[in-house]
Protein backbone atom coordinates (compact mmCIF):
# COMPACT_ATOMS: atom_id res chain seq x y z
CA UNK A 1 0.00 0.00 0.00
CA UNK A 2 1.18 3.58 -1.00
CA UNK A 3 0.41 4.30 2.98
CA UNK A 4 3.41 2.21 3.81
CA UNK A 5 5.81 4.98 2.34
CA UNK A 6 4.86 7.49 4.81
CA UNK A 7 1.75 9.70 6.60
CA UNK A 8 -1.51 9.92 4.85
CA UNK A 9 -1.11 13.76 5.18
CA UNK A 10 2.52 14.22 4.46
CA UNK A 11 1.90 11.85 1.00
CA UNK A 12 -1.32 14.18 0.22
CA UNK A 13 0.89 17.48 0.46
CA UNK A 14 3.98 15.63 -1.52
CA UNK A 15 1.23 14.71 -4.20
CA UNK A 16 -0.27 18.02 -4.10
CA UNK A 17 3.41 19.74 -4.72
CA UNK A 18 4.12 17.59 -7.40
CA UNK A 19 1.18 18.24 -9.36
CA UNK A 20 1.61 21.85 -9.32
CA UNK A 21 5.50 21.13 -10.73
CA UNK A 22 3.86 19.33 -13.06
CA UNK A 23 0.87 22.17 -14.43
CA UNK A 24 3.67 24.96 -14.46
CA UNK A 25 6.16 22.66 -16.15
CA UNK A 26 3.30 22.38 -18.90
CA UNK A 27 2.62 26.16 -18.65
CA UNK A 28 6.42 26.56 -19.28
CA UNK A 29 7.34 23.74 -21.87
CA UNK A 30 4.35 24.38 -24.23
CA UNK A 31 5.87 27.76 -25.35
CA UNK A 32 4.52 30.13 -22.68
CA UNK A 33 7.64 31.17 -21.58
CA UNK A 34 10.56 30.09 -23.45
CA UNK A 35 11.79 32.25 -26.12
CA UNK A 36 9.34 31.53 -29.66
CA UNK A 37 8.66 33.39 -32.43
CA UNK A 38 5.44 35.50 -32.80
CA UNK A 39 3.67 35.98 -35.99
CA UNK A 40 0.77 39.05 -36.72
CA UNK A 41 -0.70 39.88 -39.71
CA UNK A 42 2.47 41.89 -41.28
CA UNK A 43 5.38 40.96 -39.41
CA UNK A 44 7.45 38.27 -37.56
CA UNK A 45 9.10 38.51 -33.90
CA UNK A 46 11.24 37.31 -30.89
CA UNK A 47 9.17 37.17 -27.74
CA UNK A 48 9.85 35.29 -24.47
CA UNK A 49 8.30 35.40 -21.22
CA UNK A 50 4.72 34.52 -19.46
CA UNK A 51 1.76 36.97 -20.92
CA UNK A 52 -0.68 37.07 -18.66
CA UNK A 53 -3.60 38.03 -20.48
CA UNK A 54 -2.95 35.05 -23.27
CA UNK A 55 -1.33 32.40 -22.19
CA UNK A 56 -2.20 29.05 -22.45
CA UNK A 57 -3.92 26.99 -19.66
CA UNK A 58 -4.38 23.36 -20.62
CA UNK A 59 -1.77 21.20 -22.17
CA UNK A 60 -0.49 17.62 -21.44
CA UNK A 61 1.69 18.31 -18.72
CA UNK A 62 -1.41 19.82 -16.73
CA UNK A 63 -3.80 17.26 -17.66
CA UNK A 64 -1.58 14.22 -16.99
CA UNK A 65 -0.77 16.36 -13.27
CA UNK A 66 -4.74 16.71 -12.90
CA UNK A 67 -5.12 12.96 -13.26
CA UNK A 68 -2.11 12.03 -10.83
CA UNK A 69 -3.22 14.20 -8.56
CA UNK A 70 -6.46 12.57 -9.09
CA UNK A 71 -5.37 9.45 -9.28
CA UNK A 72 -3.21 9.68 -5.47
CA UNK A 73 -6.18 11.23 -3.59
CA UNK A 74 -8.03 7.83 -4.56
CA UNK A 75 -5.24 5.73 -3.55
CA UNK A 76 -4.81 7.33 0.06
CA UNK A 77 -8.41 7.85 0.58
CA UNK A 78 -10.36 5.13 -0.47
CA UNK A 79 -9.98 1.70 1.52
CA UNK A 80 -8.29 -1.14 0.09
CA UNK A 81 -9.99 -4.20 0.14
CA UNK A 82 -7.01 -6.07 0.51
CA UNK A 83 -4.05 -6.06 2.36
CA UNK A 84 -0.62 -5.45 1.36
CA UNK A 85 0.73 -8.21 -1.40
CA UNK A 86 4.10 -7.36 -0.78
CA UNK A 87 5.09 -10.60 1.06
CA UNK A 88 4.25 -13.20 -1.72
CA UNK A 89 4.41 -16.13 0.58
CA UNK A 90 1.52 -14.53 2.58
CA UNK A 91 -0.79 -13.85 -0.28
CA UNK A 92 0.29 -16.03 -3.15
CA UNK A 93 1.02 -15.49 -6.62
CA UNK A 94 -0.48 -12.25 -8.43
CA UNK A 95 -4.32 -12.33 -9.07
CA UNK A 96 -5.88 -12.37 -12.30
CA UNK A 97 -7.54 -9.32 -13.84
CA UNK A 98 -11.36 -10.21 -12.70
CA UNK A 99 -9.95 -10.59 -8.96
CA UNK A 100 -8.08 -6.84 -9.30
CA UNK A 101 -11.30 -5.93 -10.45
CA UNK A 102 -13.03 -7.34 -7.55
CA UNK A 103 -10.43 -6.31 -4.78
CA UNK A 104 -10.27 -2.03 -5.95
CA UNK A 105 -14.10 -2.06 -7.26
CA UNK A 106 -14.28 1.22 -5.14
CA UNK A 107 -11.22 2.16 -6.59
CA UNK A 108 -12.29 1.43 -9.87
CA UNK A 109 -16.02 2.90 -9.17
CA UNK A 110 -14.33 6.64 -8.16
CA UNK A 111 -12.29 6.53 -11.80
CA UNK A 112 -15.70 5.74 -13.43
CA UNK A 113 -17.34 8.25 -11.88
CA UNK A 114 -15.43 11.19 -13.70
CA UNK A 115 -15.60 9.37 -17.02
CA UNK A 116 -19.57 9.67 -16.36
CA UNK A 117 -19.33 13.26 -15.47
CA UNK A 118 -17.72 13.73 -18.48
CA UNK A 119 -20.45 11.55 -20.50
CA UNK A 120 -23.52 13.17 -18.49
CA UNK A 121 -21.81 17.15 -19.49
CA UNK A 122 -21.36 15.89 -22.67
CA UNK A 123 -24.99 14.98 -23.50
CA UNK A 124 -26.98 17.07 -20.93
CA UNK A 125 -25.15 20.88 -21.88
CA UNK A 126 -27.02 22.72 -24.00
CA UNK A 127 -24.47 25.05 -26.42
CA UNK A 128 -25.91 28.31 -27.45
CA UNK A 129 -24.13 29.80 -30.87
CA UNK A 130 -21.12 31.67 -30.97
CA UNK A 131 -18.65 33.85 -32.73
CA UNK A 132 -15.26 34.25 -32.90
CA UNK A 133 -12.80 37.00 -34.43
CA UNK A 134 -9.52 37.64 -35.25
CA UNK A 135 -7.26 39.70 -37.09
CA UNK A 136 -6.12 39.11 -40.73
CA UNK A 137 -4.70 41.21 -43.18
CA UNK A 138 -7.92 42.77 -44.14
CA UNK A 139 -9.07 43.58 -40.30
CA UNK A 140 -10.87 41.50 -38.12
CA UNK A 141 -12.56 38.10 -39.49
CA UNK A 142 -15.56 36.80 -37.57
CA UNK A 143 -16.73 33.32 -37.58
CA UNK A 144 -20.04 32.63 -36.53
CA UNK A 145 -21.44 28.96 -35.69
CA UNK A 146 -25.02 27.86 -35.57
CA UNK A 147 -25.68 25.31 -32.46
CA UNK A 148 -27.97 25.55 -30.28
CA UNK A 149 -28.30 22.08 -29.60
CA UNK A 150 -27.21 19.73 -26.51
CA UNK A 151 -26.09 16.66 -26.43
CA UNK A 152 -23.56 17.17 -29.78
CA UNK A 153 -20.58 15.43 -30.04
CA UNK A 154 -19.57 16.97 -33.41
CA UNK A 155 -16.54 19.47 -33.51
CA UNK A 156 -18.41 22.66 -33.74
CA UNK A 157 -21.19 22.48 -31.07
CA UNK A 158 -19.70 20.13 -28.56
CA UNK A 159 -19.45 20.55 -24.49
CA UNK A 160 -16.12 20.79 -24.26
CA UNK A 161 -15.54 23.57 -27.02
CA UNK A 162 -18.17 25.21 -24.84
CA UNK A 163 -17.00 25.02 -21.36
CA UNK A 164 -13.31 25.86 -22.73
CA UNK A 165 -15.05 28.70 -24.63
CA UNK A 166 -16.85 30.25 -21.26
CA UNK A 167 -14.22 29.16 -18.57
CA UNK A 168 -10.58 29.89 -20.11
CA UNK A 169 -11.79 32.14 -23.14
CA UNK A 170 -9.80 32.02 -26.51
CA UNK A 171 -7.13 33.99 -24.87
CA UNK A 172 -6.31 31.23 -22.71
CA UNK A 173 -6.96 28.16 -25.07
CA UNK A 174 -5.23 26.33 -28.33
CA UNK A 175 -5.66 29.04 -30.90
CA UNK A 176 -4.65 26.84 -33.62
CA UNK A 177 -7.79 25.45 -35.51
CA UNK A 178 -7.56 22.21 -33.79
CA UNK A 179 -9.82 20.15 -36.56
CA UNK A 180 -8.34 21.78 -40.05
CA UNK A 181 -6.97 18.72 -40.83
CA UNK A 182 -10.33 17.53 -41.62
CA UNK A 183 -12.29 15.97 -44.64
CA UNK A 184 -14.92 18.79 -44.03
CA UNK A 185 -12.60 21.57 -43.53
CA UNK A 186 -10.50 20.56 -46.46
CA UNK A 187 -12.64 21.71 -49.63
CA UNK A 188 -12.65 25.31 -51.50
CA UNK A 189 -15.50 26.91 -49.19
CA UNK A 190 -14.91 24.88 -45.27
CA UNK A 191 -17.20 25.35 -42.44
CA UNK A 192 -16.27 28.42 -40.37
CA UNK A 193 -16.21 25.96 -37.28
CA UNK A 194 -12.97 24.86 -38.90
CA UNK A 195 -11.43 28.39 -37.77
CA UNK A 196 -12.71 28.45 -34.43
CA UNK A 197 -9.65 27.47 -31.78
CA UNK A 198 -10.27 24.24 -29.66
CA UNK A 199 -8.35 22.99 -26.83
CA UNK A 200 -7.99 19.04 -27.06
CA UNK A 201 -6.36 18.94 -23.42
CA UNK A 202 -9.19 21.06 -21.94
CA UNK A 203 -11.22 21.04 -18.96
CA UNK A 204 -13.92 18.58 -19.76
CA UNK A 205 -12.12 16.55 -22.13
CA UNK A 206 -9.40 15.70 -19.07
CA UNK A 207 -11.99 14.59 -16.88
CA UNK A 208 -12.22 11.22 -19.04
CA UNK A 209 -8.12 10.51 -18.52
CA UNK A 210 -8.64 9.43 -14.98
CA UNK A 211 -9.82 6.24 -15.68
CA UNK A 212 -7.30 5.55 -17.91
CA UNK A 213 -4.48 6.98 -15.59
CA UNK A 214 -5.60 4.87 -12.51
CA UNK A 215 -3.54 1.25 -12.12
CA UNK A 216 -5.47 -1.70 -9.79
CA UNK A 217 -2.32 -2.90 -9.18
CA UNK A 218 -1.33 -2.56 -5.83
CA UNK A 219 2.02 -1.36 -5.40
Not at 1 to 24: C, E, N
Not at 29 to 53: E, I
Not at 95 to 110: D, I, T
Amino acid sequence: SILKLGDRGDLTQKAIWRSVKLFMWGIFLQGSMMPRMKYDVTDAYLVAGLNLASFRVPGILQRIAFAYLVCCLIELYIPHSVPNRGDEDAYGPDPGVVELLSQYRLHWMACMSFLIAYIAIMVRTYVPSYQYTKASITGPVTYSVDCNIRGSFGPECNACGYWDRTVLTYSHMYNTPTYAGLSACRTTLPPQWCSVPFDPEGIVASLGTVPGAARARPR
